[in-house]
């Protein structure tokens, strides 16, 4: 690729980011921020603008029930960072919201009250009290299909290696995790995640099993096995897949690990 094709790359994804900022900053919106508000159903400019408004930055009161804003059915962007947030409802009525920020809370458990949050591309969970390094969470997070950036640091057993680990593993499509880009990392596991195997006629193939390996490997050597003398009888009960799959400190076997180093 050309610098000039790189450039104009670079160009369309800064022109991709800047319609995004456009695109929220165009949203119906409603900010009040640092103002102790505990019950948002005394605002009447944002009760009143219920199916209207689709960004809501309430970040630094006191609210500890999100189930408050359940009824924000257009809701897009959320943020509800620096509250008194303890649990998390099901927020299924929220199809639509594809910013979630809830740092800085008090929330211990997360469940499955997010999974129907299909559009969702941005959650923000730091520093609450949840546990995340067994996985659970994270793998809850896997009916989000569309998330692209998530946020778990200042959470109380938090590890970012053993917790992007198991991002990589499961959630497919995300790029960030607490703004750290895992795409190349990605890119490298997937690249070691087969080993090529040459088949008699030359051809290599891209196997991921061991099974799979054996069988090729199998075939070439029943090619090399037929310029030998011996019976067809030792042929066949020497090198058959039953054999090699039963005997797993095999030279195949070794082999087929090592490719993976």
């Not at 500890?64 to 059915?73: A, W």
């Not at 067994?134 to 896997?142: A, E, F, P």
């Not at 917790?163 to 596991?189: G, P």
């Not at 090619?223 to 090699?244: A, G, R």
Request: aromatic content about 8%; proline content about 2%.
């Amino acid at each position: 690729m050309s610098e000039s094709d790189n450039e104009k790359n670079t160009q369309n994804g800064n022109q991709t980011d800047e319609n995004k900022v456009n695109k929220l900053d165009e949203l119906e919106s409603y900010e009040n921020t640092n103002k102790n508000i505990e019950d948002i159903s005394t605002i009447d400019e944002l009760m009143n603008k219920m199916e209207q408004i689709q960004k809501i930055k309430l970040s630094n009161n006191k609210i500890s029930n999100i189930s408050q804003f359940l009824n924000f059915s257009n809701l897009v962007y959320l943020d509800l960072g620096h509250n008194s947030l303890q649990k998390i409802e099901n927020l299924s009525p929220l199809q639509n919201l594809e910013i979630l920020i809830l740092s800085y809370n008090n929330i211990k458990t997360i469940g499955f009250n997010l999974v129907a949050l299909k559009k969702l591309q941005h959650l923000d969970l730091g520093f609450n009290l949840l546990e995340v390094n067994d996985g659970s969470l994270i793998k809850t997070l896997k009916f989000n299909p569309e998330l692209i950036s998530l946020v778990l640091s200042g959470n109380i057993d938090y590890n970012f290696e053993t917790c992007k680990y198991i991002c990589l593993e499961v959630l497919n499509k995300l790029d960030f995790l607490d703004t750290v880009q895992l795409v190349d990392t990605k890119k490298k596991k997937y690249r070691s995640s087969y080993v090529e195997v040459k088949c008699p006629k030359g051809k290599k193939v891209k196997v991921r099993r061991l099974r799979d390996y054996i069988k090729f490997r199998q075939d070439d050597l029943n090619q090399n096995e037929n310029n030998n003398d011996n019976s067809e009888k030792e042929k066949d009960e020497k090198y058959s897949p039953e054999t090699l799959e039963k005997n797993t400190s095999s030279y195949y076997y070794f082999q087929y690990l090592n490719s993976f180093k």
